[in-house]
């Protein structure tokens, strides 16, 4: 079932397996449509478990094929302050269910060099490559043709938590920021990054997700309780793929 209001559409699968097929349908979409106008497609990961049955849909003989990798360029939307081969790494996890499976080749994937110490140093150098990539005149945000995106139960997207310094930034493309919560440094895209993309895909699976995905897309807007709420593409395409658990207590879908 989709149900669009205004620029926001809301695809509501039966389970965690569909949805992950109906986000490789649309990743091989925009990719296709990105790479045969002009030439490349440019995407940006999410971390967490959700995007993981994307990943390894898109590395599975059903998808593979669909999609020219050596015109993907891959970039990432958070990452944690860790090594690459951390366990709790996002490059990591994104590595080993998609990136070592498919013919991409090694540069063109944007890493975030999350392991160095000086973290503020990290994202400038981040920002940077974005900026040298999408040809940046000063003070432009980049636009990512794809940004995937997951949802926290606490209404966070990427590591845009609540009430965090992260949610007000927008003279930076990418920043390091303490998460209280966390007890931990994460890495994020900015706001205004992220709602310069061509399309923002929502990937949102399980019934823990449900009251909160009910406040942020029927709820009253508190974008410092619920960053979710943020996301909303200047000139794109806002698409939430969300699994019937995880839609259980919307009210307007007649679930
Ligand atoms: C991360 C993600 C984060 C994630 C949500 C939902 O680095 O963990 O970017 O924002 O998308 O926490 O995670 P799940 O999909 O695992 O529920």
Same mark, same amino acid.
Request: net charge neutral.
């Given at each position: 079932m989709t149900k669009t209001t205004g620029k926001r559409e809301i695809l509501i699968v039966g389970n965690s397996d569909e949805l992950s097929h109906?986000?490789?349908?649309?990743?091989?979409?925009?990719?296709?449509?990105?790479?045969?106008?002009?030439?490349?497609?440019?995407v940006?990961?999410?971390?967490?478990?959700?995007p993981r049955?994307?990943?390894?849909?898109?590395?599975?003989?059903?998808?593979?094929?669909?999609?020219?990798?050596?015109?993907?360029?891959?970039f990432w939307g958070d990452e944690r302050c860790v090594p690459p081969d951390h366990p709790e790494s996002n490059y990591r996890m994104a590595c080993e269910a998609l990136i070592n499976r498919v013919s991409i080749p090694k540069e063109n994937i944007y890493r975030i060099p999350a392991e160095q110490e000086d973290r503020a140093r990290a994202a400038m150098e981040y920002g940077q490559a974005l900026k040298s990539f999408f040809r940046l005149n000063a003070g432009a945000f980049p636009r990512f043709d794809l940004i995937l995106l997951g949802m926290g139960d606490d209404g966070h997207t990427a590591s845009l938590f609540p009430f965090t310094t992260a949610l007000d930034e927008t003279g930076s493309?990418?920043?390091?920021?303490y998460v209280e919560k966390l $007890?931990? =440094?994460?890495?994020?895209?900015?706001?205004?990054? &992220?709602? /310069?993309?061509?399309?923002?895909?929502? @990937?949102?699976?399980?019934?823990?997700?449900?009251?909160?995905?009910?406040?942020?897309?029927? $709820?009253? =807007?508190?974008?410092?309780?619920?960053?979710?709420? &943020?996301? /909303?593409?200047?000139?794109?395409?806002? @698409?939430?793929?969300?699994?019937?658990?995880a839609a259980g207590k919307l009210r307007q879908t007649g679930v």
């Open positions: 109906r986000a490789a349908q649309e990743f091989v979409r925009l990719a296709d449509e990105a790479i045969r106008t002009k030439g490349f497609f440019t940006a990961l999410s971390g967490g478990s959700t049955g994307l990943y390894l849909q898109l590395a599975s003989d059903a998808y593979r094929e669909l999609v020219s990798w050596p015109h993907v360029h891959l493309l990418v920043l390091a920021h $007890g931990a =440094y994460r890495f994020t895209l900015s706001v205004p990054t &992220i709602n /310069q993309t061509r399309e923002a895909m929502f @990937l949102i699976s399980g019934a823990s997700k449900a009251p909160v995905l009910r406040e942020v897309l029927e $709820g009253d =807007y508190q974008p410092q309780r619920l960053p979710a709420q &943020i996301i /909303q593409p200047v000139n794109g395409r806002l @698409l939430f793929i969300v699994d019937r658990e």
